[in-house]
Nanobody
Framework: QVRLVESGGGLVQPGGSLRLSCAAS????????MGWYRQAPGKERAFVAV???????NYADSVKGRFTISRDNAKNTVYLQMNSLKPDDTAVYYC????????????WGQGTQVTVSS
């Protein structure tokens, strides 16, 4: 069983920055592909960014150039640095852990609220 705990959300003005963290329990964190997703009110959950076990990254077009995903395997933690935030970035942000070698390995955190508003 894997437990994911997100933190770092909050209220920020447009143009501001936040850094989200996701701490994972369990073993072999370095084998995980770690992702961030978000769900805005009235919308479906959507992909934001992913960093694989070999540290390749991919981003949704809407956040490219503004968000950066990174990981610290020694701390079992993945981060999402969010810059130049826009009101459209307002959502609950969720952390996800997967392994391509095991489709059943698919875990979610409880989410952290990010609100971008003046």
């Amino acid at each position: 069983q894997v437990r994911l705990v997100e933190s770092g959300g909050g209220l920020v003005q447009p143009g501001g920055s936040l850094r989200l963290s996701c701490a994972a329990s369990g073993s072999a964190f370095s084998y995980n592909d770690m992702g961030w997703y978000r769900q805005a009110p009235g919308k479906e959950r959507a992909f934001v960014a992913v960093i694989t076990s070999i540290r390749s990254t991919n981003y949704a077009d809407s956040v490219k150039g503004r968000f950066t995903i990174s990981r610290d395997n020694a701390k079992n933690t993945v981060y999402l640095q969010m810059n130049s935030l826009k009101p459209d970035d307002t959502a609950v942000y969720y952390c996800n852990a997967r392994r391509r070698t095991n489709q059943a390995y698919n875990y979610w955190g409880q989410g952290t609220q990010v609100t971008v508003s003046s």
